[in-house]
């Protein structure tokens, strides 16, 4: 960003907890600490999503969740099952997990109905206020097949395409966010996520094209600001 506007930059954050040791608990405790930096989300795992709804509530920062998370190979009907359910404990944002294999073989038909479904659930669970981000786990895939998990993910009605679940082979690039960029245009927002842990990488991100960041560390990254 220079020219980046770094004053808005907690609006680009979905600080992020998806830890599998994370209980209720601990879940309130962490929501409390992040409910007032003005993230534009907070991503949660799924049995936290009431917790976080009736915690943020009032607040500017939007609940999300994961489906079909972290490797994205269930069926089209329970991705669209689990994320009907979360939108209807206030889950307003859903980041679903690609199914990468049928991507790798080329079975776009599979890929854009495995999208399309959870995005009409969620549109339909919201009454069309739900927002749904398809990770593509770069790390798994070759520049073409990125490109086509975008144009997939756009055909399919996506309101974001996002690099990484953050438990695959490796996290975001600034080369994976300038070849999603390109293959969405201004058509969908771009996240990047997984590793992003200080304020050069976020900016790094942010200057390659995405509107989003994904990451553990947005209480430090505005620190540094």
Known sequence: MSPIDLTHLAETIDQTLLSPETGLSAG???IE???SAGFASLCVSPFLVPLAANLLAGTPTAVCSVV???LGYATTGAKAAEASELASLGCTEIDMVVNVGALL????EYVTRDIETVVRAVQRESGGSGMVKVILETGRLTESHIVRGCELALSA???YVKTSTGFGPRGASADDVR?????VGDRAGVKAAG???DLAAAIEMLAAGASRIGTSAGLSIL???
């Open 179 to 183: 070849i999603m960029r390109a293959a």
């Open 105 to 108: 073989e080329g079975d776009d």
């Open 195 to 197: 590793g992003i842990r």
């Open 33 to 35: 600490q992040n409910r």
């Open 68 to 70: 079909g998370f972290p």
């Open 28 to 30: 309130a405790e962490w």
């Open 223 to 225: 620190a540094e600001v």
């Open 157 to 159: 009605g996506a309101d």
